[in-house]
């Protein structure tokens, strides 16, 4: 048997091999006649500690299932608050700009602490990251019921900062555990697509409801004690998903929990804070934020006030607007699950970025030059199309950019980091837009339609890249499919060994501390636009 590549950093050693003949090997201590092979060395490959190195996939599929569940209360709030916003403004007394200001609150907090968070869940795992988390959102989504039952506007922002908290915790935590499961071509992104499918369903049944439990029940905070309801049963989910990944950490060694490509054994949680892996995080993970910076921004900004344009555009109450937003944004819930899977057995993350970004800029430019009734239905068709690729691709490229899985919670907290960042600014931006345009979205879709064309431009720049001026193994392996991935192994690994040593190690660290600077600037940009909406008086 081969024996594994070690690769070696200044703070840990990590044990990455292509070998994965252990089927051939029992196979062949099976056979009558063989010497070298003794029943220790057969029972190795089964056992670690007293714990069973295989992982059976029903146990992988049950632990999918309830993460999924746990984030399908998350997406149906989500979908309540976008419904509501003409509810809001009318019951609440408020304008555009401060209803703007309070999702910038939620954004505020999850920009000040969303980093800590993430290296945080890596040291003590997504698990019990979960359960702490869930617990502060529906501690904080109490609140907020409660805010808008008093018509409270100052007390709603101060219940979104305890809503906030909570919910920085959970957004990392079930994507790291799906990473500490799953490997990038080995299950991951067919997890992601599961789980992401789920929660547009539960966005769509949010956002559909929102309004109409509003005006069945005869006041808009209805819809937000109901949403309560569904954090109380996320919370029992929770518990038990902890209490079956203590029972899994018991009886199962993670040794069976390893890259089938590159031999990376895949952890819940680690030793100690991992600052110097966060530092230098490959210059390709660094494109693929660039790329979320543009589309998600987009995605999101667009989404909070879908339901008032269809208002506004196709003159209808507040339900049926609810209804055809919700439709348009969420009908490609089938197209996530299969677009997972896809990736996983044939790559192309790259393409699929760039398909992504032209759907959105073609949504957005009919939104804004063909603004009829036909036409904005147009632009939301191909709104719903490309945001159903989106957070997929994203999610397992930004995985697959990187060299050690470890540190996958602080490099997706990157992520939301830059996202609620720019949707500070922008949502601020717009809001003010719209206050000073009579509350229409006749300049607001401008905004729209530039950020949609960056997602494009940095979606083309990437597919050029990757197949062209780059080395195949620095960004085309996102290009990969399962087969080849597999078969490169050795290549992966190398490629690791070559940006830890030397020039290349020193200039990926230069680069990744710039980026990081970069992110620290614009988020000090959107605390100043967030106390600017403070200072002004928007919150009155």
Not at 46 to 74: C, D, E, M
Not at 263 to 279: C, I
């Amino acid at each position: 048997m081969a024996s594994p590549e070690l690769s070696v950093d200044s703070d840990r050693t990590s044990v990455r091999g292509s070998d994965h003949d252990n089927g051939a090997l029992e196979k062949q201590a099976a056979t009558a006649g063989v010497t070298d092979i003794n029943a220790s060395d057969v029972s190795s490959l089964h056992s670690a500690n007293g714990r069973t190195k295989k992982i059976p996939l029903k146990l992988k599929i049950v632990s999918v299932v309830l993460v999924s569940l746990i984030g399908f209360g998350s997406h149906w709030s989500s979908g309540v608050t976008g419904a509501m916003k003409t509810a809001l403004k009318k019951g609440m007394g408020i304008n555009n700009t401060q209803y703007a200001l309070v999702d910038a609150t939620t954004d505020f907090i999850k920009s000040v602490l969303i980093i800590a968070t993430g290296l945080y869940t890596d040291r003590i795992g997504g698990a019990s990251t979960l359960v702490w988390g869930n617990l502060l959102f529906t501690a904080g989504s109490i609140l907020v019921a409660a805010s808008t039952t008093t018509r409270n506007f100052k007390f709603m922002l101060g219940a979104m900062v305890i809503q906030s908290l909570g919910d920085v915790a959970t957004q990392v935590a079930q994507y790291k555990v799906f990473s500490s499961w799953f490997a990038p071509s080995d299950g991951f992104a067919s997890t992601l697509g599961f789980e992401l499918g789920l929660g547009k369903i539960g966005s769509f049944v949010g956002q559909t409801t929102a309004n109409v439990i509003a005006t069945n029940l005869g006041d808009f905070s209805w819809t937000f004690w109901m949403s309560v309801v569904m954090n109380v049963f996320t919370n029992l989910v929770t518990v038990g998903f902890y209490l079956f990944t203590r029972w899994c950490n018991k009886h199962y060694s993670s040794a069976g929990k390893a890259d089938p490509a590159t031999g990376e054994v895949l952890t819940e949680n680690n030793r100690k804070l991992e600052w110097k892996q966060f530092a230098r995080l490959p210059w390709q993970f660094w494109t693929i934020i660039l790329f979320t910076g543009f589309q998600t921004t987009t995605a999101t900004v667009f989404g909070t006030n879908a339901t008032e344009l269809a208002e506004q555009r196709f003159n209808v109450s507040s339900i049926k607007a609810g209804f055809y937003s919700a439709l348009t944004q969420y009908m490609g819930f089938f197209l996530v699950p299969l677009l997972g899977l896809f990736i996983d057995m044939f790559g192309q993350r790259l393409t699929v970025m760039m398909v992504c970004g032209t759907g959105m800029f073609l949504s957005m430019s009919l939104i804004m030059w063909a603004n009829t009734m036909s036409g904005t239905a147009a632009g939301f068709g191909f709104y719903a199309f490309a945001v159903s690729l989106g957070p997929t691709v994203i999610i397992d490229a930004i995985r697959t950019s990187m060299w050690y899985q470890d540190v996958f919670g602080s490099a997706y907290a990157v992520k939301i980091c830059l996202n609620n960042v720019m949707s500070i600014i922008m949502r601020i931006v717009t809001g003010v837009i719209q206050d000073n345009d009579n509350n229409t979205y006749d300049h607001v879709v401008v905004v729209y339609v530039i950020l949609a064309a960056g997602s494009l431009l940095v979606g083309l720049g990437l597919v050029i890249g990757g197949t062209h001026w780059v080395s195949p193994v620095e960004l085309g392996r996102l290009q990969w499919s399962r087969k080849k991935r597999f078969a490169n192994g050795e290549l992966i690994n190398a490629q690791c060994k070559a940006f830890e040593t030397g020039t290349r190690a020193l200039w990926n660290r230069r680069f990744s501390l710039f980026s990081l600077a970069v992110l620290s600037v614009l988020t000090l940009g959107a605390w100043a636009c967030y106390f600017w909406g403070v200072a002004t008086g928007h919150n009155d």
